[in-house]
Nanobody, 112 residues
Framework: QVQLVESGGGLVQPGGSLTLSCVAS????????MSWYRQAPGEERMLVASIGSTGGSTVYAGSLKGRFTISRDNAKNTVSLQMNSLKPDDTAVYYC?????WGQGTQVTVSS
């Protein structure tokens, strides 16, 4: 079955960095666009970034471009999200998504 397992979340101070990873299994990873979403308390889930099957096409939420970088390693069935210059507003549960499937999420908290 399809599994998406996120890791790398945690507590970080404002201005800090985190890298999230998502390991996928149960489907042909290299054939699918992969995405990261996030959901803050009381808010709707929103797209953070998305990357094409070969890594050549990336999309970012406008407000995050320049601070976040999505990448993938098809040999390891992994998609990553490098997050820099983190702000308290980046606090949310971050989810990995592919073709209608979702991971369980990883909590990112930005606080001093």
């Amino acid at each position: 079955q399809v599994q998406l397992v996120e890791s790398g979340g945690g507590l970080v101070q404002p201005g800090g960095s985190l890298t999230l990873s998502c390991v996928a299994s149960g489907f042909s990873f290299s054939s699918y666009r992969m995405s990261w979403y996030r959901q803050a308390p009381g808010e709707e889930r929103m797209l953070v970034a998305s990357i094409g099957s070969t890594g050549g096409s990336t999309v970012y939420a406008g407000s995050l471009k320049g601070r976040f970088t999505i990448s993938r390693d098809n040999a390891k069935n992994t998609v990553s999200l490098q997050m820099n210059s983190l702000k308290p507003d980046d606090t949310a549960v971050y989810y990995c998504q592919a073709s209608g499937y979702w991971g369980q999420g990883t909590q990112v908290t930005v606080s001093s």
